[in-house]
């Protein structure tokens, strides 16, 4: 390794980082300590040489890290086997969906022999922004509400009321009274 | 300069090397999964461009997972270990920001924070934080947290396959039992005819509708068909039916047989799907649903 590298890597970290003044600006606290509270959270000490009331930085990091590590190789043996879970699980992801898309282009080529006008419509790109005569109409004889929901459902982009999976399940369940609010066009 | 050939020989050769690399990875899971996943080596023949083919549209209507995977033990113990790395090096917690000293939820947080302490090293190497004795009556103790709410609902239990709250971690496809084309009362898809000028995903929807209800909040997600059931060379009925299967999801509502061409229902997973369905329909079909 060169000189310089080595000198760089050598050098012991600064013990002050920077100075920071309005950490060190001390006006009297009085017998309310809590400004002094607050001043020490919003500028925390740089002084990398005591357990700072509010811990910006941890010394004792070594000896928790031990605690909670068995080692270094076991570390890595873990990282590894980690990795190696993550790419099982998206390797069976990608082979469920290539098949998925196989099966659906060999519908789109059947398709394709069979109705070539059907072939052509499948095939058309959906405009979000254009409306069907029959949804225009349909549009003036609804309500304001009822209006909203028609034109919140763009064709083309997903529905807003497709749920992310969490955790826990709602607390209302499925929701299985759901009325259509505007006829069907 | 690279010419022309010149560049198209070496994308042409990093992309062998790239399939080559491709096929000498890692072993894999699904290499040892055995035939499901293997690609179909059936003959891609040419459907006979008969007149009389008939065209059918079905809609496979999916309820999407409600709660995420669980874990399994492999996760869950890199998960715990993580989260043990992540408490010996995060900083301490400012907890004179943000509790009055000697309060009530202080003494609380501490008491949770020991607990967490505990199950994450496992041992008394806590160092303990000073609880004041003095103690304010004026502080309201936090707000009674709600449970949430279990991840098996009693439709699991019963196995009631109508509810849409069952298996909440898995997709569940709609299967209506009726009469298929041939007129016999088998489980199938949701099927219906295509009229004249109208598009196939428009005929799918229609068709769901009329089998099962307006009570739903549907989606189609694509004009495009996800699959085609081809009818078999050997069937002994003439008209050939090609089904086109479309992927729709339901959001609300809940599905309702309509008592003509469909007598029952049931929301299955690909497992309980398999069980119902002929053997010729279930080969036809089972490429199109997910696993999980």
Known sequence: MSFALRAVREATPPLRVAQSSVRYARKDAGPDPRVEHIRRALYPGNIRNKETPIGSWRPNVGGRLQRAIPSVQAHETIERAWFLHQRHVRKRREAELERKHRFMVRAMEVLHELDPKLYKQANQEEDPRVRRPEEIELAKTLKAPEKRALESRIRGLFPRELRVPTDTPPRSGWNYDWKPPFPRV | ?292
């Open chain 2, 1 to 292: 300069m690279w010419s022309r050939n010149a560049l198209a020989c070496c994308s042409k050769q990093s992309r062998a090397a790239c399939a080559q690399l491709r096929s000498r990875t890692l072993a894999t899971v699904t290499d040892a999964a055995g035939p499901s996943s293997a690609p179909t080596s059936t003959p891609k023949a040419s459907p006979s461009r008969s007149s009389k083919a008939s065209i059918q549209a079905a809609v496979v209507l999916n309820r999407s997972p409600i709660i995420t995977r669980t874990p399994n033990p492999l996760e869950r113990a890199y998960y715990a270990y993580q989260s043990r790395i992540q408490r010996a090096l995060f900083n301490p917690f400012p907890d004179e920001f943000y509790f009055r000293p000697g309060s009530i939820l202080e003494g609380q947080f501490n008491a949770e924070e020991k607990q967490r302490e505990k199950l994450a090293f496992g041992g008394p190497s806590v160092k303990e934080k000073p609880i004041q004795t003095l103690v304010d009556s004026d502080d309201q103790v936090g707000k009674q947290q709600q449970q949430p709410m279990p991840r098996i609902h009693e439709a699991d239990i019963k196995g009631d396959v109508r509810s849409l709250d069952r298996q909440m971690e898995r997709n569940l496809y709609l299967l209506v039992h009726g009469k298929d084309s041939a007129g016999k009362d088998v489980w199938r898809f949701p099927q219906g005819g295509v009229e004249e000028g109208q598009a196939l995903h428009q005929a799918a929807e229609r068709d769901l509708y009329a089998e099962c209800g307006e009570d739903m909040d549907t989606w189609v997600v694509s004009r495009k068909p996800i699959g085609v059931m081809e009818p078999s060379s050997a069937s002994a009925s003439s008209p050939q039916a090609y089904v086109f299967f479309y992927k729709a999801h339901i959001l609300a509502g809940q599905a309702t047989p309509n008592g003509k061409t469909v007598k029952d229902l049931a929301w299955l997973t690909k497992e309980e799907i398999e069980s119902r369905v002929d053997q010729q329909y279930w080969a036809s079909v089972k490429d199109m649903l997910s696993d999980s």
